[in-house]
């Protein structure tokens, strides 16, 4: 059982720029939601993916926007990078619709993601 | 607004017992999470409450009450890789999780 891969693990961007950042899903798993997370601080919930329709979002601005394919890999696309968009980006895949009930998350490392 | 409190950091002996409290509110409750982050690396869930008590999986243990808004995660036989950051999240009406600041667990030998 393959866990969940983010790719790219560091980039650096400059102001007004665009960034794609990519995860694939733990196998099984056919939801996919992307958090924030700045330094010393927890992760704050961006949006979550299922059937490859977003079906939850947090406050965040449109020039934050994702997909979700087929494979139920998924991308997060932020344009017209800020300075404060500096943080951890972190993927995590769950199995929505099971019978457990708890849905637990499996986190991706992470892309750090650094605007000047 | 909705709001996860934990302390920031906290100091432990090798051996000993920890206990991280979490106090919450948030629009609706459909379950409460804890989380360990270590430096550099992605949260791994370590335990998941729904109903009031304590659930108890191995080193830790974690309880809930929902009449308080109030969780902790108890640790046992502190281990010097227990150092990490234990993430509190709250999973609200909307299904969404809501996350408090982490706390900083340092274990010393």
């Known amino acids: 059982e393959t866990g969940v891969t983010q790719s790219p693990t560091h980039l650096i961007k400059t102001r007004g720029q665009q960034v794609t950042l990519r995860c694939s899903s733990q196998?099984?798993?056919?939801?996919v939601s992307w958090y924030q997370q700045a330094l010393g601080q927890g992760p704050q919930f961006i949006f979550q993916y299922y059937r490859e329709e977003e079906n939850g979002r947090g406050n965040f601005p449109p020039r934050f926007s994702g997909l979700q394919f087929p494979n139920y890999s998924s991308e997060l696309n932020v344009n017209a990078l800020e300075l404060d968009d500096s943080a951890l980006y972190l993927c995590?895949?769950?199995?929505?619709?099971?019978?457990?009930?708890?849905?637990?998350?499996?986190f991706g490392a992470g892309s750090r993601l650094t605007v000047l | 607004g909705q709001n996860i409190d934990q302390p920031t950091e906290m100091t432990a002996t090798e051996g000993a017992i920890v206990q991280i409290n979490c106090t919450y509110q948030t629009s609706g409750f459909n379950g409460l999470f804890w989380y360990q982050q270590h430096a550099g690396e992605a949260p791994t869930f370590l335990s998941y409450n729904v109903l009031d008590g304590l659930e108890e999986k191995g080193r830790f243990s974690s309880f809930l009450s929902r009449s308080k808004g109030y969780s902790y995660l108890l640790l046992k036989e502190l281990q010097m890789k227990d150092s990490a950051s234990c993430l509190c999240?709250?999973?609200?009406?909307?299904?969404?999780?809501?996350w408090g600041a982490g706390t900083k667990l340092i274990i010393k030998p």
């Open positions: 999240a709250v999973r609200d009406s909307n299904y969404q999780l809501i």
């Open positions: 196998s099984g798993h056919n939801t």
């Open positions: 995590a895949s769950s199995l929505e619709g099971s019978s457990s009930g708890a849905n637990v998350l499996t």
